[in-house]
């Protein structure tokens, strides 16, 4: 029986003026997770939040903050990040040379370690360190960016890392991020994603909880007929 699955709103695509309604909104349609994407403007080609908004979000929500780090030098942030309330850190294979030593330091502040790779990077780069991941992160855009269109390559990656994690027992999670939304989500589930980050289907539309109760609903009967 695979594990559920939940939808995290990536908070990008909110109002930043609004956030604690944002936050309010995606709570009452029932997600636990909430995606924040993390960009310095060196690693992807756009500035968004840091450190201050993660600690703002943690006295806001009691939900899981997902921390995406599209950022450089990512083991220099791991301690802040934590401090500031992140539950689980995601760092770039393709932003550090030392994921290990990156990994074990999320996992020594007490967050959930995940690898994200971006479209041009295959999962093979991530073989020797499958058993220390909480979560296997799978850009479907190349990121930077919200409102981007889904790369269908990602289903294969998807794919690979199920049948890995099948074949040899591993505890990760599998995450799937950008351009996910209606069209969309039975397909990713199908190929055994968990966790499915959504930021322009739940927050660009004029009813963000009803948005997610749909995906969630999607979701869990796409992973009825998985079973
Ligand atoms: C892209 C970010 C995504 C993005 C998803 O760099 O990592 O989390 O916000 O947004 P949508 O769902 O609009 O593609
Ligand atoms: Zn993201």
Redo the contacts with the bound molecule.
Sequence with gaps: MPTAVEVAP?I??ADFACLGDAIRAVESGGVTTL?V?V?DGHF?PNISIGVPVVASLRKATRLTLDV?L?IENPEQYIEAFAAAGADMISVHQEATPHLDRALGMIREHGCKPGAVINPATPVATLSEVLDKLDHVLV?S?N??????AFIPGALGKIRQLQELRRSYNYAFRIEV?????PENVAQVVRAGAQIL?????VFHTPDPAQAVRSMIQQASEALAQRV
């Excluded at 990121?143 to 981007?148: E, V």
């Excluded at 980050?197 to 289907?201: F, H, K, L």
Aim: proline share 4%; charged share 5%.
């Design positions: 990536s990008l695509a995606h994407d960009m992807v995406h599209m850009m855009v990121p930077g960016f919200g409102g981007q991020d950008g351009g996910i939304g980050v959504a930021g322009t289907s």
